[in-house]
């Protein structure tokens, strides 16, 4: 199993920037990134093929957010950008080496190791 080692998350005013790092111990192909809010459950935010470049995102971030790859350092990012209050949350990423990212959204179970999260505050 692959450990993910997640950084980045913060408190940040409303309209601002946040970049997510997530540093890999091994190799896999896609990676997810998934939040969840007080409340509610986990949802599934963005994802990223590394075989095609391929991504994913869910309507509430799409054009805000940006999930990409540094394969030279095995470290996937979601740079989230245009931050709004309905976005904090505990954020985690997900890889997994066979799964491959579609239009059809993530579930949990497609992804077999994951990080500890990071937490994520937009306010002012």
């Known amino acids: 199993q692959v450990q993910l080692a997640e950084s980045g998350g913060g408190l940040v005013q409303p309209g601002g920037s946040l970049t997510l790092s997530c540093a890999a111990s091994g190799d896999w192909h896609a990676v997810g990134w998934f939040r969840q809010a007080p409340g509610k459950e986990r949802e599934g935010v963005a994802c990223f093929s590394s075989s095609d470049s391929s991504t994913w995102y869910a309507d509430s971030v799409k054009e805000r957010f940006t999930v990409s790859r540094d394969s030279a350092k095995n470290t996937a990012y979601l740079q989230m950008d245009s931050l709004k209050p309905e976005d904090t949350a505990v954020y985690h990423c997900?890889?997994?080496?066979?799964?491959?990212?579609?239009?059809?959204?993530?579930?949990?179970?497609?992804?077999?190791?994951w990080g500890q999260g990071t937490q994520v505050t937009v306010s002012s």
């Open positions: 997900a890889v997994d080496s066979d799964y491959y990212c579609s239009g059809y959204g993530l579930a949990e179970g497609d992804f077999s190791s």
